[in-house]
């Protein structure tokens, strides 16, 4: 019963993601703004949301008694750090997966090189700065606060300099353009801003509610495996959340749209790299135990590498198949301690 809940969750969650991506097109196509901007901050905030809510409601939420915060924080951090763990790695490569036939193991991958070099940039420096804030004291509050702050500014920096970029790209050939007819209008609305919002907002309903229907199951069948609530969250909850939505990046490279696809992904870990992190440094005791050391280095090298391949003139889907290769070595190290 549980893999058929799972099986229709799934089927919900594709259909959402076709819905989702349609009408972001056509946003962005009517705005007049670049695949990095619809990519990198539409589509991956936009997906990011929903997910974003738990580690915030873990943190919160288990205040009642100090075994029930110390749960909290644990499946919080572990749901803040694993969400870029497995965007780096997991993500990416099924993402070269999904087009490994038709474009071959040495066949090419061409996002727009200056956003994607952006994103990577700002995301690893931001990690670096989380990985620093675990060997902060916590008698020294007054830094670790700052080093928050600091990873705050950097997200809003990033936004400002995404969008200031939009312009110029729009004029060398990199516009957000549509394949398809928007959905809605097939059944006769018009093509304008409110019927697009209006079904953004029927696409990320439809997501949300597949999502959380898929970690209901998820969680039912960790409990039968029987792992540690700081485990279950760097490993389960960002499958359950965060790769169901990143269909949409797969949906977008099977179209050729490399660019939407990749801004889908490093946008969404820039802006789970800060804010996030941020508020774990902030509100967590934020502390280096081994298994998050481990997914924060993995996390690092899996971005390094990537930003490596850009410096070194582009990427082919071989090289996105490493990145998964990393998520199963850190599979093999948290799971054998």
């Known amino acids: 019963m549980v893999f058929l809940k799972l099986f229709l969750m799934l089927i919900v969650i594709l259909i959402a993601a076709e819905v989702f991506t349609n009408a972001l097109e056509h946003l962005g196509e009517k705005l007049g703004i670049s695949e990095?901007?619809?990519g990198s901050l539409f589509a991956a905030v936009g997906t990011a949301l929903p997910e974003t809510l738990v580690p915030l409601l873990a943190i919160f939420s288990y205040t009642s008694t100090t075994a029930g915060s110390n749960a909290g924080h644990e499946i919080g951090v572990g749901a803040i750090?694993?969400?870029p763990l497995m965007l780096a790695t997991l993500s990416l490569a099924l993402m070269a997966i999904s087009v490994w036939k038709r474009r071959g193991t040495q066949g090419h991958i061409r996002p727009e090189r200056t956003g994607l070099i952006r994103d990577?940039?700002?995301f690893i420096v931001a990690f670096?700065?989380?990985a620093v804030a675990m060997y902060v004291p916590h008698?020294?509050?007054t830094i670790r606060y700052g080093i928050g702050a600091i990873m705050v500014m950097t997200y809003f920096i990033y936004?400002?300099?995404t969008l200031r970029a939009s312009k110029a790209l729009v004029e060398e050939g990199h516009a957000t353009e549509a394949d398809s007819d928007m959905f809605l209008c097939k059944i006769g609305l018009p093509n304008n801003i409110a019927v697009i919002i209006a079904q953004l907002i029927l696409g990320l309903a439809l997501l949300i509610f597949g999502a959380k229907g898929f970690i209901n199951e998820v969680e039912g069948a960790a409990e039968i495996i029987g792992i540690s609530a700081l485990l279950l969250s760097l490993l389960i909850i960002p499958i359950a959340t965060e790769l169901p939505e990143k269909v949409n990046s797969i949906l977008w490279i099977r179209k050729g749209k490399d660019t939407l696809a990749f801004g889908n992904i490093t946008g969404a870990m820039v802006f789970q790299g800060t804010l996030l992190p941020a508020i774990g440094i902030m509100l967590?005791?934020?502390q280096p135990r081994q298994e998050v050391v481990w997914g924060i280095v993995i996390t690092l090298l899996a971005a390094i590498w990537l930003r490596y391949l850009m410096?070194?003139?582009?990427?082919?889907?071989?090289?996105?198949l490493v990145n998964g290769a990393m998520y199963v070595t850190y599979l093999f190290i948290a799971l054998s301690q």
């Open 284 to 286: 967590t005791p934020w």
């Open 120 to 122: 990577l940039n700002f």
């Open 128 to 130: 670096i700065f989380a």
């Open 81 to 83: 750090l694993g969400a």
């Open 159 to 161: 936004v400002m300099m």
């Open 311 to 320: 410096a070194k003139g582009g990427i082919r889907v071989w090289h996105l």
């Open 139 to 141: 008698d020294l509050p």
């Open 36 to 38: 990095g901007v619809t």
